[in-house]
């Protein structure tokens, strides 16, 4: 009896300890799980990567602490500096359509978060990325550190892109620019794609697919988005 008492309870704390432990070490778990469901998957996300990274990156670690409860909600939140992290479908639509591939290297413009750098992180092979607000790009930095090698954040104005990273397969722009910077085409592989909202500030701005082929760049429009702006370092002066 005693034996078989003292087992059960070996059994039942074992369990206990797992599920606590497991419920320690991500408690968004499921509702990141429906996110990729219904916001996602329901859409017209269907790339096999993207899905998997976005189930896999603990998007509540890249918000601010006041916004955690709300990181996997259909929207943008603000994470300080007047700025904000993409919605979650904004971010795998864009992720989709350049169709990152294991052997990339990708270049990112807005920082921001962390949270788009650390989605491509999981599916390419290099991810540089730039921010323009020095206190954004450190607490990026620091939270892509505790969990990437392959991620690389420099402070600056991302119009000139980074000529010494690049060329790059593939430039995801995650600020509204009023027209496409030429570095960022310039610095482009042959084949390379860029998606970028293109429009002024706090109106309705276009999400613009460019595409290199040669010397032929091809752009495309793809849907009205509304992204914060993309400011250049003189203005700041
Ligand atoms: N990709 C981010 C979205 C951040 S919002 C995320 O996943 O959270 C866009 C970011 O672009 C802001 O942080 C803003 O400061 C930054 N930004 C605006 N203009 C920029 C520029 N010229 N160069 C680099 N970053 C810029």
Partial sequence: MYYLGLKFLLLTGCLLGYGTAAAQRDPYEAERRQMVRTQLQARDIHHRATLRAMGTVPRHLYVPAAQQRFAYQDRPLPIGYGQTISQPYIVGYMTQIIRPEARHNVLEIGTGSGYQAAVLAEIVDQVHTIEIVPELGQTA????????????????????????????????????????????????KDGGKMIIPVGSPFQVQLLMLVEKKGSDITTRTLMPVRFVPFTRASQDQ
Avoid: M, S
């Fill in 141 to 188: 930095r620091r939270v892509l550190g505790q969990h990437y090698d392959n991620v690389r954040v420099k402070t600056g104005d991302g119009y000139y892109g980074w000529e010494e990273a690049g060329p790059f397969d593939a430039i995801v722009v995650t600020a509204a620019a009023e027209y496409i910077p030429p570095p960022l085409v310039e610095q482009l």
